[in-house]
Nanobody, 125 residues
Framework: QVQPVESGGGLVQAGGSLRLSCVAS????????MAWFRQAPGKEREFASA???????YYSDSVKGRFTISRDNAKNTVYLKMNSLKPEDTAVYSC???????????????????WGQGTQVTVSS
């Protein structure tokens, strides 16, 4: 079992960068797929990025080329570096942990068992 806790959100101008961090307590962190989802006001939660325990990465089309996910298993931490931010990236970003069950599942929120509270990212135009 892990408990994710996010940090690093804030207010940034369009074109700027932020790095989100997610520390997941628990001794089995390295066994989990870690993912970032986001939810903008009035919209459904959407997948942003995921990384497996061996470092395979997945990105949504909307963030590919701008966001980079990474993890440090020794620190029980997953990161999301966000560059070239746009106003449409404004959302609450949540970190999630789940078991590996194939690449077709990593983009689906129902696949993940543990969720953090989220951190707000606001991009001004």
């Amino acid at each position: 079992q892990v408990q994710p806790v996010e940090s690093g959100g804030g207010l940034v101008q369009a074109g700027g960068s932020l790095r989100l961090s997610c520390v997941a307590s628990g001794r089995t962190f390295s066994n989990y797929v870690m993912a970032w989802f986001r939810q903008a006001p009035g919209k459904e939660r959407e997948f942003a990025s995921a990384i497996t325990y061996v470092g395979s990465t997945y990105y949504s089309d909307s963030v590919k080329g701008r966001f980079t996910i990474s993890r440090d298993n020794a620190k029980n931490t997953v990161y999301l570096k966000m560059n070239s931010l746009k106003p449409e990236d404004t959302a609450v970003y949540s970190c999630a942990a789940g078991p590996w069950s194939g690449s077709s599942h990593v983009t689906k929120g129902e696949h993940y068992d543990y969720w953090g509270q989220g951190t707000q990212v606001t991009v001004s135009s």
